[in-house]
């Protein structure tokens, strides 16, 4: 910090300091813009949730924020005005993170779910001030908290529900607590004794379904149900009995009844039928609304009372079939498609106020955008587009006016926006991550579009490094998206950003499989995997190679879960790349099978069991072509995942080491497969660090003579055009 005075050299500066003294100008600098690095993690913000009051002068939101000091996750409750942009006002401050808000139908209270008491129940906040006060206190916690419609007397939420007794009579005693042993015991184990005398510990876990663990956790025979509790107090009424869980619900306009969605007819383990369902709050029978084939979810009451929109597939084990917006008569009668022209999928739809259109969000070439489609039947509509993904949306439910969503572009973490009913008049209302924004210096993605090998458009981002010089030759990696239908676009990342910082091309695509180009773009891969998608990359890697700013000789590549698997995929059937990443992926098809939480999935997308189709399995698995692999490759897994569990990962590094290849296997404590998006803040820093270091040591230029001698060792040589390896 210096004055104006002080430049005048310091035989001046007294007297001059005693004429001026009040009009004194500190100047402090700004520091300069500096690239991207791990760290920022803890500076960006993540908005979620955005939520609009009834009459459309509020919306309350969720920002979550990386706390550094407690490494983990802080989530609270924001409220904003719709009338202009200001500072928004924190409504909640858990250190247990606070989450999921809706409004009461006057607007002057608000419920949600916190994990304060130790376990997430539902909490009712009032804005004219007080502490929030908690409504449920289930042994299995509660959440998806909504207000009964009408009057808001009542909270409809899902609760888990503890599985009976085992009815064996049997007495729990406690052996070793404190630490002290028992015989036969160690420390802390709780064990029941039957009328035999006959000892049980009570840490064993005993298995009976095939599906025993999802969401890094094993399944212990509790069921999520439907509840209605009084908002004010009392006790909480179970709605739902049975074997099933309770996936969503909503209110009847008149608070009568709910409908929810549940598989009660089939196969959790194997299907995905759920149907939908309608309950009187009275209690009662649910009455079953589709009877049909294939999965309905997310069901919305239209206000009128007349019509529930849901999302519908008649694909029972179809993952590459279009998800559609329809609509049942409430009373019941026959389904019909409101989007079975609009190539796309749908999702999160929600009725107007008048009840004469649908609203839902659907991917489309890279951007998430707002449609509307009429109640009557017609053409989709856009209402909130731009290059950009939408994550959530919700409606003034007084008039319908106003708009509240959350969205992301590449050069803007999440923010709140709020628009007319039509799309019009759209502003910004938050601006959370200004102070991050204007100390970094971000890379801009450019889109490309390249002629696909097996037909149509592969279409692609690339980042530049923030110093980018186009006379020299850059590093460059290829990010490969997981599902595999799922996609990339124009949204905020972190991890692009950081590796665009360090010096690296950054390349992504959304070849064949990917969502948001039509249901024909899903399928064009013929049932494969592999082979097909390599071939897409291949062809946009090439193009951006022909520019002329990238360094052929130092390419990389890298993925987590399906990116993961293409990126294995990618070393055991090419060496054009000098370095890989293979993150939480899928190795071998046969033993995924066996250990995954969705078991159904290898199934469906490889025709069947694995003993009838063992040859298409074992083809289909990066494994089997990894005795041909030279790419020294890091490999990351997270030891709770339940989806693509550490064992695939272990296999790639297993088969490198054991051949020489260099390789790094990395293991994540207490992390499942969400890892690199919902992780410990430790770590997610610390895996961008080690991806980013792994691709600096094997792609700088004196690397290079090692990688080639390897290459010339093994035979085996870059491919040079099109790069189609099978």
């Known amino acids: 910090m210096t004055t104006r005075l002080a430049r005048e050299g310091s035989g001046r500066l007294v007297l001059g300091f005693a004429l001026v003294l009040p009009s004194i100008?500190?100047?402090?600098?700004?520091?300069?813009?500096?690239?991207?690095?791990?760290?920022d993690l803890y500076d960006l913000e993540e908005i979620r949730d955005a939520r609009v009051s009834p009459d459309g002068a509020l919306v309350v939101f969720v920002s979550e924020r990386a706390a550094r000091d407690r490494n983990a996750i802080d989530a609270d409750l924001w409220l904003a005005k719709t009338a202009a942009q200001g500072l928004p006002r924190r409504l909640t401050a858990s250190p247990a993170g606070d989450h999921s808000p809706r409004w009461t139908p006057d607007g002057r209270r608000i419920v949600f779910v916190s994990g304060r008491s130790g376990k997430d129940q539902v909490y009712v906040l009032s804005l004219e001030g007080g502490e929030a006060i908690p409504v449920t206190s289930l042994p299995g916690g509660a959440r998806s908290p909504v207000p009964s419609p009408a009057d808001g007397s009542r909270v409809a939420f899902l609760g888990r529900v503890e599985p009976p007794p085992d009815g064996t009579g049997r007495e729990r005693r406690h052996l070793g607590a404190q630490g002290e042993k028992s015989p036969g015991w160690g420390p802390g184990v709780e064990v029941t004794v039957d009328p035999e005398g006959?000892?049980?510990?009570?840490?064993?876990?005993?298995?009976?379904?095939?599906?025993?663990?999802?969401?890094?956790?094993?399944?212990?025979?509790?069921?999520?149900?439907?509840?209605?509790?009084?908002?004010?107090?009392?006790?909480?009424?179970?709605?739902?009995?049975?074997?099933?869980?309770?996936?969503?619900?909503?209110?009847?306009?008149?608070?009568?009844?709910?409908?929810f969605t549940a598989n009660r007819r089939g196969n959790p383990d194997l299907d995905r039928n759920d149907d939908l369902w309608v309950v009187s709050v009275a209690g009662g029978e649910p009455r079953l609304l589709t009877p049909n084939q294939g999965p309905d979810l997310d069901p919305t009451w239209s206000p009128d009372g007349k019509w529930i929109a849901y999302l519908g597939t008649p694909a029972v084990s179809d993952l590459k079939a279009k998800i559609e917006v329809w609509v049942v008569p409430a009373d019941g009668g026959e389904p019909r498609s409101l989007t079975s022209g609009f190539d796309r999928i749908a999702r999160a739809p929600e009725f107007s106020p008048d009840s004469a259109s649908v609203l839902f969000l659907a991917a489309d070439q890279g951007s998430v955008h707002l449609y509307s489609v009429p109640l009557a039947g017609g053409e989709v509509t856009?209402?909130?587009?731009?290059?950009?993904?939408?994550?959530?949306?919700?409606?003034?439910?007084?008039?319908?006016?106003?708009?509240?969503?959350?969205?992301?572009d590449p050069m803007r973490p999440s923010e709140v926006y709020v628009a007319s009913r039509d799309g019009s008049g759209e502003r910004k209302i938050t601006d959370r991550n200004r102070a991050f924004l204007s100390k970094v210096v971000l890379s801009k993605p450019e889109?490309?579009?390249?002629?696909?090998?097996?037909?149509?458009?592969?279409?692609?981002?690339?980042?530049?490094?923030?110093?980018?010089?186009?006379?020299?030759?850059?590093?460059?990696?290829?990010?490969v998206h997981g599902g595999p239908y799922s996609a990339f676009g124009n949204g905020f990342s972190l991890?692009?950003?950081?590796?665009?910082?360090?010096?690296?091309?950054?390349?992504?695509?959304?070849?064949?499989?990917?969502?948001?180009?039509?249901?024909?773009?899903?399928?064009?891969?013929?049932?494969?995997?592999?082979?097909?998608v390599l071939d897409d990359l291949h062809a946009?890697?090439?193009?951006?190679?022909?520019?002329?700013?990238v360094d052929e000789s130092r390419l990389g590549i890298g993925g987590g879960s399906f990116g993961g698997y293409m990126a294995a995929w990618a070393i055991g059937r090419t060496n054009r790349f000098r370095a890989a990443v293979?993150?939480?992926?899928?190795?071998?098809?046969?033993?995924?099978?066996?250990?995954?939480?969705?078991?159904?999935?290898?199934?469906?997308?490889?025709?069947?069991?694995?003993?009838?189709?063992?040859?298409?399995?074992?083809?289909?698995?990066?494994?089997?072509?990894?005795?041909?692999?030279?790419?020294?490759?890091?490999?990351?897994?997270?030891?709770?995942?339940?989806?693509?569990?550490?064992?695939?990962?272990e296999m790639v590094f297993a088969a490198l080491a054991r051949r020489g290849v260099p390789a790094e296997l990395v293991l994540y404590p207490r992390e499942g497969h969400g890892l690199a998006r919902r992780g410990e803040p430790a770590h997610r820093v610390d895996r961008l660090h080690r991806i980013a270091r792994w691709f600096e040591r094997h792609l700088a230029e004196g690397a290079l003579l090692k990688g080639a001698e390897a290459a010339a060792a093994s035979g085996n040589v870059p491919p040079v055009e099109g790069g189609k390896n099978r």
């Open 540 to 549: 946009a890697l090439a193009h951006v190679v022909s520019l002329g700013y």
């Open 25 to 39: 100008v500190f100047f402090q600098e700004t520091p300069a813009p500096r690239p991207v690095r791990a760290e």
């Open 198 to 259: 006959r000892e049980w510990a009570q840490d064993v876990r005993r298995i009976d379904r095939l599906v025993y663990r999802r969401d890094e956790r094993f399944l212990d025979g509790s069921r999520r149900h439907l509840f209605v509790v009084p908002i004010d107090g009392g006790d909480a009424v179970r709605l739902t009995e049975g074997d099933f869980d309770v996936d969503s619900f909503a209110w009847s306009p008149d608070g009568a009844s709910l409908v």
């Open 382 to 408: 856009k209402v909130v587009a731009g290059d950009r993904e939408v994550f959530d949306f919700a409606l003034s439910r007084r008039d319908g006016s106003t708009i509240a969503f959350a969205a992301s």
């Open 582 to 649: 293979v993150e939480r992926c899928v190795s071998d098809l046969v033993s995924f099978w066996g250990t995954t939480d969705v078991p159904w999935f290898p199934e469906w997308e490889f025709g069947g069991l694995p003993w009838d189709n063992l040859d298409r399995f074992r083809n289909s698995s990066p494994f089997t072509f990894l005795g041909k692999a030279e790419t020294p490759t890091l490999v990351i897994a997270a030891e709770e995942d339940t989806r693509t569990p550490p064992s695939q990962s």
């Open 495 to 532: 991890d692009f950003q950081v590796l665009a910082a360090r010096g690296f091309v950054v390349l992504t695509a959304n070849p064949r499989l990917s969502i948001g180009y039509g249901e024909a773009w899903r399928r064009a891969a013929n049932g494969e995997w592999g082979a097909p």
């Open 447 to 479: 889109a490309i579009r390249v002629p696909g090998p097996g037909g149509g458009e592969v279409h692609g981002w690339v980042l530049r490094p923030p110093n980018f010089d186009p006379a020299r030759r850059h590093p460059m990696v290829l990010w």
